[in-house]
């Protein structure tokens, strides 16, 4: 069951479709760093490709059709959009599932301090990382901070040429004796993912009136600078990171990778890789016999939970109003609805990494250039936490797939006891929908550069649209 690699099919019209894809692609990782990001992006290319608020719909009490195409947001971190079928939706829909947060950097809540005249962040790292990856290499700070006026300021600092940039110091190597005999998990801690972000003090407005209108000292001047520079471009006080969201990720654009340019570089594609392929599918569909979904969420990494995970009731509450606003709602066709859908949790799997050839079983590990990748699935310790496809439904995925001349191939996560890994189709699978994870192959998972093929990013979304139109 050798699977060919594709590179070697292509016609020249394929290369044109691929390459300006990937340029697409490159451009909104660049840009979307965040949920938040993506999640606003997603909504400006869906209104651009005529979709509508389903809020609005509902608030002016508008009907919709076969043909429609409607979309909603939820705390302006997930997002689900549809193109309403020709068929009864209690028949079922065809889902895209993907997940747009990523491992990163978060500040806490009281993040600014000054220690020996150098400015600091302090940090609390999201998702799985190896912490040493996030040591000495250009950081930027994208967020939003949110006033007790109600006013929501974005932060954007580390992405443009002209802007600074932070990092994660690390020890030097004259002096880490001790810290190279650690493991790799030992040697840097948790709470030392601190960012770097100011060694000058304040010079002008250094003293202060106290109480008895005497002058004294301002304390911690390189933390009272970053302050005042702080409340100059964003009007920001100190007590405001309370409620600000900012996360530290991997600064600079995404990039080609290789002499060949067939590979991209960047932070986020898992699982922005099956996101943007999975939106740009859907933006294509029209007219379908069921109606196409495509729901991403947040906090995947760290296991889907709270108001915008996949565990919330959002995307049930979406799809509830989305068939009273048909004329089609009831509690018992909703359930209907749910349970005959057909699901691709559209998620990135490993690549085979032959430096690390002892990790992966290579009978059933994915390789880069052999197309979107089928995990019938996933955990660990004995499929622990997987959702585990049944066979009738990967038979009918497999002859989509070959009737649209898709390449697909399949794959474990690594060896046996090893490791292992989750994604979200367990949580849709609990509607008693027929899913499968299919996704992107991945070299470097989870570290700030992660690399793809842009052959499996190309044959991902044409498998995306196929599954649409199945």
């Keep these: ?137 250009p950081l930027a700070i994208h967020g939003v901070v949110a006033k007790k006026d109600g006013s929501v300021v974005k932060v954007n600092v580390g992405e443009d040429a002209s802007d600074p940039v932070f990092c994660v110091s690390d020890l030097l190597i004259h002096l880490s004796k001790d810290q190279m005999g650690k493991t790799l998990a030992e040697a840097i801690e948790g709470e030392n993912l601190d960012v770097l972000v100011g060694s000058k003090p304040l010079t002008e407005g250094r003293q202060k009136e106290d109480a008895d209108g005497g002058k004294k000292e301002t304390k911690d001047l390189v933390k009272q600078q970053i302050l005042n520079i702080l409340k100059d ?104 609805c749910l349970s005959a859908c057909r699901m691709l949790s559209s998620d990135v799997s490993a690549a085979y990494d032959p430096l690390y050839g002892s990790a992966y079983e290579k009978k059933n590990s994915a390789y880069f250039g052999k197309g979107i990748v089928y995990n019938k699935y996933t955990g660990a310790r004995g499929k622990s936490g997987s959702n585990d496809a ?39 699978a609990a509607y008693a929908m027929n899913v499968v994870d299919a996704g992107v192959a991945v070299l470097n998972m989870h570290a700030p550069m992660e690399v793809t093929s842009k052959a499996d990013i190309f044959e991902a979304r044409n498998a995306y649209m196929a599954f649409l139109k199945a």
């Design 390 to 428: 049944n066979a009738e439904y990967f038979g009918w995925v497999r002859k989509v797939m070959d009737d649209a001349d898709v390449a697909f191939q399949t794959a474990e996560l690594g060896k046996v006891d090893v490791g292992g890994g989750g994604t979200i189709a367990y949580i849709s």
């Design 233 to 336: 471009k964003y009007g920001m006080e100190e007590e405001d990171f309370l409620s600000a969201e900012l996360e530290i990720v991997p600064a600079g654009p995404a990039r080609d990778l290789g002499l060949d340019r067939s590979m991209v570089a960047a932070y986020g594609q898992d699982d922005r890789v099956c996101a943007f392929t999975s939106l740009d599918a859907i933006l294509r569909s029209e007219n379908p016999e069921y109606t196409s979904c495509c729901l991403l969420t947040d906090k995947e990494e760290i296991g889907s939970v709270g108001a915008t995970g996949a565990h919330s009731h959002f995307f049930e509450n979406a799809t509830a109003e989305l068939m009273d606003r048909c004329g089609q709602y009831s509690d018992l066709k909703l359930r209907r």
């Design 1 to 137: 069951m050798e699977r060919e690699n594709r590179w070697k099919t292509y016609t020249a019209q394929q290369l044109e479709s691929l390459g300006r894809l990937c340029e697409d692609y490159k451009d909104t990782l660049s840009r979307c760093k965040t949920e938040r990001e993506f999640a606003a992006e997603a909504v400006s290319r869906a209104e651009r490709a005529g979709f509508r608020d389903l809020r609005k719909i509902v608030e002016n009490g508008e009907t919709l059709k076969a043909g429609d195409k409607v979309y909603a947001v939820w705390m302006k971190k997930t997002v689900v959009l549809y193109v309403i079928g020709r068929k009864p939706l209690e028949e079922g829909m065809r889902i895209l599932g993907a997940h747009i947060d990523s491992p990163r950097l978060d500040l806490k809540q009281h993040p600014l301090y000054e220690d020996t005249e150098l400015a600091f962040l302090d940090t609390h790292y999201y998702g799985g990382i190896k912490k040493y990856q996030w040591t000495t290499i």
